[in-house]
Structure formats: structure tokens, C-alpha cells
């Protein structure tokens, strides 16, 4: 495929369902003047709990949905990917540059960090993986690194449930555990997270300093386009495009929860 982007071509984003949507709203609120397309695999999703083989043929499905639409940069918004198949990606969007959140979620925490203790949680197969511990401990090897895998607040958080007492008493069990470890630093591993933010900051504690991949994603993409002179001129903020591979109607409300906006219309595609 011919591929010759300009600063105005899209940033494309893509998620095992709606979780990648914290990313898009880092992004816009960084990056005001980007055209966003999104996409999301609704029809697939969740893939923490699958196999490594089958992640990594999702991930080059969704790298291909993105790449019909000629964007200038990939965001891998999926920790399962980032953590099993950015290779993946990499090879299939070459010469784009690509940007996982596990690596800027990785640096972030390194860069904040003051004990060297540092929680991750995240899906099954991204805590599996220890690839945040292996991103962590390649930047820094003296820090300690403790895992959780949190796979209950995925459908707590798109079912909405961020103020129910059900998702608090999940939240202890999860996390006391880790802040009984002495970690001053969480990785919130899952792009889903960060809709449960209150609830986890308030179980942590305000010791705890919390790292939103999405947001370390969204400083990273503006100082890779600034480097490379692909920032966008328009000054007008484009409404994103949204592509799902099933069911709109439920991506809809979701959307609402997630953006704090009422939904543009989603492309449903084949993957």
C-alpha cells in the first residue's frame, strides 16, 4: 500500500474494544487540533484471556483496519497487545511509527517513582507477559516490580459501576495487597483503569502516585509528531472517527461514559 501521510492525516488508535477511548480523550485534550480514527474490536474483545497466537492475529487485523484510512502514527491503546504483539504492529504499519501505552505508561512510572516499588495491574495476559516489569527493570534494575491482575474491573467499569460499593470491596482485595508491598507508584495496565480512577486513588490512598497510560501516551504521540514535524495545523477540533467490528448501539453508551460527550456515527467494519 502506497503510504506517504502529511501532518494533517489521522493519528490512528486501536483497542481491543472501548477501553482505548481514555487514550483518544488524552489524546484530544493534548492534541486539539488532531483527526482521530478509531478503532475498536468489539466483536472480539476482551483479549486478555486469550492465547498469544490469537492476540497477535488480532493485532495485525486491527492494524490493517486502521491502515485503509492512511494515518500518519499508529496508538496501540490495548496493554494485551502492547505487552504480546507491538512487533506485530511495527512490522505491518512500517515505516509508521508506532506507540504502544505499555512502553509510556513503563517510562512514566520510572521518571516518578522515589522508593523503586512499584504496582502494576492489569488483564491476565498483560500480567502474565511481565512485560511492565521487563519495560520497568530494562530502564531501571534496581526497582522492584509487583504485579496484579485485576480482570473483574473490566466489565465493572463498562457496565459503569464507578461509585458502587461492589467495585470498592473488589478494588481492597485487589489493591491492599500491593500497598502492603510499599509501592509510592500504580500502573493503571488496562485502558479500561482509568474509568474506575476514584475508586482505586481513594483504595490506594493519596501516598500512591497513579500513572494513566493514556495520558503518558498522549505526551509521547505530541513530542513524536513535534520531533518529525507531523503536528497538525487546524485549529478547530475534528470530530473522531469510530469504527467498531460489532454492536454500535452499546459502544454508544459506553462512548457517553468514557468521552463525556455524546457519540459521532461509528463505521461498523470486518476484521
Known sequence: MHRNPGPESPIGIFDSGVGGLTVVKAVRHALPGERILYFGD??????????????????????????????KMIIVACNTVSALALDVVEHAADPLPVLGVLEAGATLAVEVTKNRRIGVIGTQATVCSNAYAYAINRLDPQIEVFSRACPLFVPLAEEGMVNDEATRLIARQYLLPLVGEGIDTLVLGCTHYPILRRVIEETVGPAVRIIDSAEAVATRTETMLMKAG?????????????????????????????????????????V
Not at 474483545?45 to 487485523?61: F, H, L, M, N
Not at 459506553?254 to 457519540?263: A, C, G, N, P, Q
Open 42 to 71: 468489539t466483536a472480539r474483545v476482551p483479549y486478555g484471556p486469550k492465547s498469544q497466537v490469537t492476540i497477535r492475529r488480532y493485532a495485525e487485523d486491527d492494524t490493517q483496519a486502521l491502515l485503509r484510512h492512511q494515518p
Open 230 to 270: 507531523m503536528l497538525a495545523s487546524r485549529t478547530e477540533p475534528p470530530v473522531p472517527h469510530l469504527m467498531v467490528s460489532d454492536l454500535p448501539q452499546k459502544f454508544g453508551s459506553l462512548y457517553r461514559l468514557f468521552m463525556d460527550s455524546e457519540m459521532p456515527d461509528v463505521e461498523l467494519v470486518e
